[in-house]
């Protein structure tokens, strides 16, 4: 199985990178998690077919994670798309992609599609099924709009991958990444403390809870992008591949 970082980056294209947009492979499993305003010209980049992901799971509907959802549609219905596709986010995903396919491709959200589209709502400590994929959704905490947030632990063909969205600390992330082969953290700042994000100081300070087998770091400002070589830790890079 592996895990692709399409996109790596924060909503303000920090170092050139594109926003959050991972893609997972193994046998089965073919999935994205986040699709920021950036991805499907990432995904394209990486010569990875729209048309053969089965999911997406949204963390939130921040425009750097949830904003490429209506280019994907769109292009799927200029591709000729038949593969069944599952969206899966947070309460309201149903009417914020309406508002968001209007917005940016006005009617769009009402064409005609060839190919069958389904909307799951996650909310946190309910795990959902999703063909290949397990997923436990835990509440984060990022401010007071673009919510509800969440951050997901998927289990899929043997193996844990968690990822936090976007968050501050929050104590939800020590079950949400406990053991995970590979554990995802937003890592917006260095030491400095603000609201709605992490900083490495804080999750350093939490990892002997969270014991990952693996982790990396990702979503960095330019605060953490020019610590980047010393850091000792492993970091997201676009185009970025791991196998789990
Ligand atoms: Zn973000
Ligand atoms: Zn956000």
């Given at each position: 199985?592996r895990?692709?970082?399409?996109?790596?980056?924060?909503?303000f294209?920090?170092g050139?990178?594109y926003n959050?947009?991972?893609?997972v492979?193994?046998?089965?499993a073919?999935?994205?998690?986040?699709c920021?305003a950036?991805?499907?010209?990432?995904?394209?980049?990486?010569?990875?077919?729209?048309?053969e992901?089965d999911?997406?799971?949204?963390t939130?509907?921040?425009?750097?994670?949830?904003g490429g959802l209506?280019?994907?549609?769109?292009?799927?219905q200029?591709?000729?798309?038949?593969?069944p596709?599952?969206?899966?986010?947070?309460?309201?995903?149903?009417?914020?992609?309406?508002?968001?396919?209007?917005?940016?491709?006005?009617k769009?959200?009402?064409?005609?599609?060839?190919?069958?589209?389904?909307?799951?709502?996650l909310t946190?400590?309910?795990?959902a099924?999703?063909g290949?994929?397990e997923?436990?959704?835990?509440?984060?905490?990022?401010?007071?709009?673009?919510?509800?947030?969440?951050?997901?632990?998927?289990k899929?063909?043997?193996?844990i991958i968690?990822?936090?969205?976007?968050?501050e600390?929050?104590d939800?992330?020590?079950?949400l990444?406990r053991?995970?082969e590979?554990?995802?953290?937003?890592?917006y700042?260095?030491?400095?403390?603000?609201?709605n994000?992490?900083?490495?100081?804080?999750l350093?300070?939490?990892?002997?809870e969270i014991?990952?087998?693996?982790?990396?770091l990702?979503h960095?400002?330019?605060?953490m992008?020019q610590?980047?070589d010393?850091?000792?830790?492993?970091?997201?890079?676009d185009g970025?591949v791991?196998?789990?």
């Amino acid at each position: 199985m592996r895990l692709r970082f399409v996109g790596c980056g924060d909503a303000f294209g920090s170092g050139g990178r594109y926003n959050t947009c991972f893609h997972v492979t193994g046998e089965k499993a073919n999935f994205l998690i986040d699709c920021g305003a950036s991805s499907l010209p990432a995904l394209k980049r990486n010569g990875i077919s729209a048309d053969e992901i089965d999911l997406v799971m949204i963390t939130h509907f921040h425009g750097d994670h949830f904003g490429g959802l209506p280019f994907l549609m769109l292009d799927a219905q200029f591709s000729r798309r038949t593969r069944p596709l599952v969206i899966a986010g947070p309460q309201g995903i149903e009417r914020r992609l309406e508002q968001a396919m209007e917005a940016l491709f006005e009617k769009s959200s009402k064409r005609e599609r060839r190919f069958e589209l389904r909307l799951v709502t996650l909310t946190p400590a309910a795990t959902a099924s999703l063909g290949a994929v397990e997923v436990t959704p835990f509440p984060m905490v990022h401010g007071d709009s673009g919510g509800p947030f969440l951050g997901y632990r998927i289990k899929v063909e043997g193996r844990i991958i968690a990822f936090t969205g976007d968050t501050e600390w929050t104590d939800a992330l020590i079950p949400l990444g406990r053991e995970a082969e590979l554990f995802i953290s937003e890592c917006y700042f260095y030491d400095k403390s603000v609201k709605n994000h992490l900083n490495l100081k804080t999750l350093q300070a939490h990892l002997a809870e969270i014991r990952p087998k693996r982790l990396i770091l990702t979503h960095m400002g330019e605060d953490m992008l020019q610590r980047i070589d010393t850091l000792g830790i492993e970091t997201a890079s676009d185009g970025l591949v791991v196998e789990i």
